[in-house]
């Protein structure tokens, strides 16, 4: 996929954000010009410089008014990642669980229907759905006394999960920087 599209789709899907609030609740989009850009959160699963993982509530806010594709009206938009990407659409079955294991790649995670959530090493727990975003870094934690590394995954319910993954092809994982995408 040309790298131009790849961009377009991965804004697209972020942009998203903008609209939907962190509850799911749709909130006002902007209509023009004047209007105060919009701050949507995601999740960041980080690991600090001892190699712990953690769940941080990180905001999205440097959205620019502008069209995607003249002549479509403005939209905001906030470039995070420019470079390859790979986009993967999984269905976890139900009741699936993940076990600990860090993160294949730097990768945003996006749940498109049901509910699952992450745990981290510091024991942060965080439940995701539908309007959620989550950008999944702990490939740099080290096992703890339990042998747990990265973090601890499954659903909540009795239900499938699916997921849009969008793994950032060239981002290298980073320690000690929470909410670097902003």
């Known amino acids: ?14 942009a998203m954000a903008g609209f939907v609030g962190f509850s799911g609740a749709p909130q006002a989009a902007a209509s023009t010009a004047s209007s105060s850009p919009p ?3 995601y999740w960041h699963n980080w690991t600090d410089g001892q190699g712990v993982s953690h769940m941080t509530k990180c905001t999205f806010h440097t959205y620019t008014l502008k069209s995607m594709s003249p002549p479509a009206g403005p939209q905001w938009q906030d470039a995070l990642s420019t470079g390859k990407a790979h986009l993967i659409s999984t269905v ?13 790649k730097v990768q945003w ?12 090493m510091d024991g942060t727990r965080v439940e995701m759905g539908p309007g959620d975003i989550s950008l999944g870094e702990d490939q ?14 499954g659903n909540v319910g009795n239900g499938p999960v699916t997921l849009l993954v969008i793994q950032l092809e060239d981002e ?4 000690d920087k929470p909410c670097r995408f902003q």
């Open 172 to 175: 290298a994982p980073t320690a």
């Open 140 to 153: 740099l934690s080290r096992p703890d006394s339990a042998g747990h590394k990265g973090h601890l995954a």
């Open 109 to 120: 995670i996006i749940p498109l229907k049901g509910t699952w959530f992450v745990q981290a």
């Open 39 to 41: 701050r949507s959160v």
């Open 92 to 104: 976890q079955p139900p009741h699936w669980n993940g076990a600990w294991h860090p993160d294949p």
């Open 1 to 14: 996929m040309p790298s131009f599209i790849r961009y377009c789709l991965t804004v697209s899907v972020l």
